[in-house]
């Protein structure tokens, strides 16, 4: 392990257990407002400010990262579990499952998925509790968002099915159940790896998006996508730099994932 | 060299601005109609204002009927008949002479069942739409089919269409004509050579020669090109961006006082509403809207969210509304004690810090706003705080506006709901539709057959006496009253009504802010840009 991966592991231990123990380490609650601090500057009492209503920034950035850093990468899970099933399957048996799977996911893709996120939204129960409706809405964006991997993974997978490797092991009688668990997945790891470490930040994203219209996390709530919200006006950041500190460390996370994720790349 | 030539290219191209005289803004849409009768949403309204000549216009700082192509008019005793003496002389910007007939064709066109807009609307009764009867070239009478008290100011968004010119609707009698339009780049507006209007000094305006309104959504790009001079005004800025402009330029912002516009929230009142009954024996409960009301600080909401722009507010009515505003209304101050006591008197029970009612059920309801509206969305978050205070657990769910229209409109499936209302007429008679109990947009009980509470029949009787009553004072009585039992029922709790605020550059001169739409441009064509208003069309 080089300095930068020991240094980018330290990172995320220290991202993960802040998040994770937010509860103890967090100097106020998060939907606290202190109505006479409003846009506060850091100062020894609020480390990263206060917000438009008085709530302590650096508290909201933490609670937020415990949501975005469990609930992104549980929906990059679902989408390349499903990627990887759909995609596999197309690209390991061929001929109409593939044509199928590949149906499928042009479907997907030409989707107004967004649409069908805000339909389902507005139909849930109205006093749905905003923790249970976070969980739907990370549920919902992890089971669209598989197309786009499932393309790449059927490219490999397809690769993989024709290598020469895989023909051998067949001449050999290897069965296809072995194939796959032998041969074909851990040669598939790599890029099922590089699309869950690609989707985190973009569901992280598709979350702030989201908030915009309403579907996101919902007031008093935190999450690093409604944190980001801040950043939407460029005089606002430019006087109160500290805004972009949820911006910092979703770039310093997704980073640090980056880095150990090239180094397991590189070693398998 | 190549850097030079490119300076004194944009050096070039400032000065021909200079030179062209010319007044730009951002509408934040393109309009979806230049036929002044069709007008609905916002970017049509301001092209048809700075087009259209009207018999009467409401003055924006003395909210006075001003006589504009009509030099005079003149009611009925029974209040049927207003006679006009038009202006003479007076020509559309192609040339066309403009007549008694004009006035015809335009209401013959208003009376049209098919056209549907607000300024039609806004002419037809229950009895039906006015007729004109030309009494000479420049005489006609409107003749409505009941009593219409008030009915001036409709004039206000009535233009006057020629019967008679090629070019249609296109022949204006404002001090502008349409010069150009490019679907989603800009709307050039030129100044009509046949303008009537002339100032103090004798000289005709407008006195800027063209007016380019670009059509740009971002409200972050619009404040960019603002402070690079590139724009004259932004008629309408949030509390936030102008906070900021005013840190930058503090002689480029202007605030027109508190608006016509209202934030207001409002429980479900609907019996058939599919939620629960002993949630909606809350909402019933006058005591109980009014703890809520009590237990919100809008002094907190008027200096967070809107940056001390805004005023607490007490009722429907602005304070900028000068003849109807209700000034012994004062606003709820915020007082959780008062609160939690008429809760107490509803059977309401405080115990360890959650509100239970008289059967135990914890208070807990759901207040649905319309999403993206940060300063919506920051008033819910206080208000979800200033209730947890008397123990009431509040979840703020932001929807997207169609659904949110969907649900207070046709299921009906919410339990309070967080809005605003945009006022653009001072009059009451165009809110009669959310104060009368029949109404479709008397939201928190909408369509009833008879009126389901003793308070709302009693709304009901005084709105249609404001309605058929003709001196202006009688109407007032009547709906100050109306504005006190809204208060004491709190069917809407009204929160705050938001500034006016706008931006002005340095270099754009005669702007005045005005607290009615369309704000700073009320007075365009009096508008000038330099030093010096141009002696030509003197």
Known sequence: MTLFEKASAGVLC?????????????????????????????????WLGADELGRDRFSRLLYGSRISLLLAPAAALIAVGAAALIGGVGGLLGGVWDRLAMAAADLFLSLPWLFLLLMVRAALPLNTPPVASVLVTFALLGSLGWAGAARVIRVRARTLATADFAIQARACGTSRWRLLMVHVLPNLKAVMAAQFWISIPLFVLAEANLGL??????????????????????????????????????????????????????SS | MKRRAFLLASLLVQAGAQEKNELRFCLRADPKTFDPLKVEEESSGIVRYLTGGVLIRVHRQTQNPIAELATSWKRSADGRRISFALRRGVHYSDG?????????????????????????????????????????????????PAPAPGAERLFDSAPILSSRSPKRELAVLGPYELAEHKPGVHVLLRRNPHYWKKDEAGVRLPYVDTIRMEIQQNRELEMMRFRRGQLSLISSLDAEMYEQLAAQMPSGVVDGGPSLDAEFLWFNQIPGAGIDEYKKSWFRSARFRQAVSRAISRDDLCRVVYKGRAQPAAGPVSPSNRFWYNAALKPHSYDPPAALRLLAEEGFQLRDGVLRDRTGNATEFSLITNAGNRARERMGAMIQQDLAKIGIKMNLVTLDFRSLIERITRGFQYEACLLGLVNTDLDPNSQMNVWLSSGSSHQWNPNQKRPETAWEADIDRLMDAQATALDPNKRKTSFDRVQQIVFEQAPFIYLVHKNALGAVSPALRNARASALWPQILWNAERFSLGPEVSSRGR
């Not at chain 2, 002479?97 to 208003?110: G, H, I, N, Q, S």
Request: aromatic share 14%.
């Open chain 2, 96 to 144: 066309t002479p403009f007549d008694a007939e004009d006035v015809a064709y335009t209401f013959r066109m208003l009376a049209d069942p098919n056209l549907r807009s607000p300024a039609a609307d806004s002419f037809r009764f229950a009895q039906g739409a006015p007729r004109v009867e030309v009494k000479g070239r420049y005489e006609a009478d409107v003749v409505f």
């Open chain 1, 213 to 266: 219209l309403g579907l996101g996390v919902s007031e008093p709530l935190p999450s690093w996508g409604n944190l980001l919200r801040d950043l939407e006006n460029f005089h606002r950041v430019r006087d109160q730099p500290w805004l972009l500190a949820p911006a910092a460390l979703l770039i310093l996370v997704v980073g640090c994932f980056q880095l150990l994720y090239d180094r397991g790349e590189v």
């Open chain 1, 14 to 46: 220290a991202v993960f257990g802040a998040s994770l123990f937010c509860g103890w380490i967090a100097p106020y609650p998060y939907d606290l407002q202190i109505r006479d601090m409003t846009n506060a500057a850091p100062s020894a009492r609020f």
